[in-house]
């Protein structure tokens, strides 16, 4: 069956990349949710995506420009502000089915990232993805790694990536993906999976296709359709994630 990967958890109804949308995610039926990992100024893991937390979290400062203290301080109360990587882990580490993507883009946050998944003991339960360098330096590192090759060219890698990586998947802008390629892959012995994918009939095209997982930012309509619960033909409006304005009208933001 098709693997539900929730995109920064349920950024739909929660903040993306809190603890309210990870629980959200695992609650709507996902298998793996993808979080974005960035280095705090002094050291250490947190969850934001973009280069700055002005999107989100109303900062024009990236993660790198701020310490825990400052970061922790963004939000409002417990549930809708900046985690750590070592509380998700925590929380959804040896007692939770639930298994992690982690995006790095950079080497350091990459090497970090990996120090804490190997001190608790949860390697198994994570797929890393990011950068090229991010990728090499891991692989590196630690032979053992699951690695997922994040891609969006029309061409597919040269065989000197698939060698040197040897990523357990195949992790593809889901426009390019075709037939062709989920039967090469397969041939090759990788998995493969599309990114982002919150279009309902897109998503049954895919699964069509005989996919490994699909990324989204709707995991419960996913997780639902690759368990035969709904079709194609119950569809739904679009709706767009979750931003600092619309999660705290009342709250300024810069």
């Given at each position: ?14 903040r993306e990349n809190t603890l309210s949308a990870i629980r959200a995610a695992a ?20 969850l934001l995506h973009d280069d700055t937390a002005r999107r989100v979290w109303g ?196």
């Amino acid at each position: 069956m098709t693997m539900a990967i929730a995109d920064r958890g349920d950024p739909i109804q929660f903040r993306e990349n809190t603890l309210s949308a990870i629980r959200a995610a695992a609650t709507s039926g996902a298998d793996m949710v993808r979080v974005d990992l960035r280095l705090s100024s002094d050291g250490y893991v947190v969850l934001l995506h973009d280069d700055t937390a002005r999107r989100v979290w109303g900062r024009p400062e990236g993660a790198a420009g701020l310490s825990l203290a400052e970061i922790a301080a963004l939000g409002c109360g417990d549930e809708q502000r900046v985690p750590t990587l070592v509380e998700v882990l925590a929380e959804f580490g040896s007692r939770h089915a639930l298994q992690f993507m982690l995006e790095v883009n950079s080497t350091d946050t990459a090497m970090a990232a990996d120090d804490l998944v190997l001190e608790l003991g949860l390697d198994q339960k994570v797929v890393y993805t990011g950068s090229m360098a991010a990728m090499h330096a891991l692989r590196s590192r630690r032979p053992d790694a699951d690695l997922a090759l994040t891609w969006d060219h029309p061409d597919t890698p040269d065989s000197e990536v698939w060698q040197t990586l040897r990523p357990c998947l195949f992790n593809v802008h889901h426009p390019l993906i075709t037939r062709e390629m989920v039967a090469e892959a397969h041939v090759h012995g990788y998995q493969i999976s599309a990114w982002t994918v919150n279009d309902f009939t897109e998503m049954a095209r895919l699964l069509g296709m005989g996919l490994d997982a699909v990324v989204t930012e709707h995991p419960a309509e996913l997780a639902a359709l690759a368990r035969g619960q709904r079709s194609p033909e119950t569809g739904r409006e679009e709706q767009p994630s979750v931003t600092a304005a619309e999660a705290h009208p009342g709250r300024h933001t810069v």
